[in-house]
């Protein structure tokens, strides 16, 4: 067993970045778990709440989810997403790495089973609707994560 620094894996954040809110993932290397929703204050408010995050678990690198279209296309939320993470990246010391967020939303209400958003719209206007930023932020951590390791070949 070799303690060297280089051989610990490298401790991540993930960020789900929506308009209401933004969601925190991390992880030691391979596992990508949810940590909390931030909700928006404002932009500097929303860099320095993500920074002293990024400081208190040690982060090597922030994982930013990019929302582009299915065709692969950068819209207008992609875009402010990128200033976003632009103006993090000169907020933080370590490096921001933009990951293809498509469907991490659409996979966290699959694994939900469909109860996040299955209520009717009667109910929905009773109640807010179930926060998923973190959950989301975790799968986009994870999918990253998952480019990084090669596949295992199942025992036969």
Do not use: C
């Amino acid at each position: 067993m070799t303690s060297a620094r280089s051989d610990r894996p490298r401790r991540m954040i993930g960020l789900d970045v929506g308009q209401r809110r933004i969601g925190v993932a991390a992880s030691e290397g391979q596992l990508a778990v949810p940590l909390t929703i931030i909700e928006h204050e404002n932009r500097a408010a929303d860099l320095d709440r993500i920074a002293a995050i990024a400081q208190e678990q040690e982060a090597h690198a922030i994982v930013v989810g990019l929302p582009v279209t299915m065709s692969g296309q950068e819209g207008e939320q992609a875009r402010k997403t990128r200033r976003f993470g632009d103006a993090l990246a000169r907020r933080v010391d370590v490096p921001v790495i933009y990951h293809d967020e498509r469907m991490s939303t659409l996979q966290v209400v699959g694994a939900a089973g469909g109860r996040v958003t299955g209520a009717s719209a009667a109910t929905r206007k009773r109640r807010e609707k179930p926060r998923i930023d973190d959950l989301a932020a975790a799968v986009i951590l994870q999918s990253y994560l998952d480019t990084l390791s090669p596949p295992r070949e199942l025992p036969s």
